[in-house]
């Protein structure tokens, strides 16, 4: 089980003008509800100069994201999605196929099993608060919070935490926030 005992994450990721601008790597922070860091999401390994580059524009939710939910520098889920916007692949640490998550119509986001079939919608496993402007360690993040429906089983509570780390990416935000719609105000707390 990904995070066991915990069903409610605060998840953050730096948020400025700096970053808006020239923020191209995918990082968030993800803490208990009392504030303890339980984990990190990054990219995996170097972008490369082109996809560099399209992480700063409006293509950036185009382009193909590797990441890892890691806790103490030790994988717990591998997230992919490939370019354009393909349903975003979940796999456990060992890289064995945990399912995917597909963008189904405007917030609707299915939880599909690794043969692409959809077991559930991510709404009737957890709710999800996104964009709240808050500070922490004196530094500006927008935060969203995910809360796990108690008993959630696996690989559902998985696939849940990776919607939520990944909101951007499954959502085809990507890294640039004002490719999706309009500039990404989050509301203040």
Avoid at 122 to 134: D, M, P, T
């Amino acid at each position: 089980m990904i995070l066991p005992g915990v069903d409610t994450l605060v998840i953050e990721q730096p948020w400025g003008v700096g970053r808006h601008l020239f923020g191209s790597r995918y990082e968030v922070r993800v803490h208990a509800e009392g504030g303890e860091p339980l984990a990190t999401v990054t990219d995996r390994g170097p972008l490369g100069p082109l996809r560099g580059l399209l992480r700063l524009t409006g293509f950036s939710g185009r382009t193909g994201f590797a990441l890892a939910l890691a806790h103490r520098g030790q994988p717990l889920l591998l997230i992919d999605k490939g370019r354009w916007r393909p349903p975003t692949r979940v796999a456990g640490p060992d890289g064995a196929p945990l399912g995917a998550v597909r963008l189904e119509g405007r917030g609707a986001y299915g939880l599909l099993d690794p043969a692409g079939q959809r077991v559930a919608l991510f709404h009737e496993v957890a709710s999800f608060g996104a964009g709240a402007i808050a500070e922490r360690d004196g530094k500006r993040v927008r935060r969203d919070v995910l809360r796990l429906r108690p008993g959630t089983p696996e690989p559902l509570r998985s696939l849940a935490i990776a919607t939520a780390v990944a909101y951007d990416v499954v959502r085809g935000a990507g890294t640039n926030h004002t490719g999706s719609g309009g500039f990404d105000f989050p509301t203040p707390v």
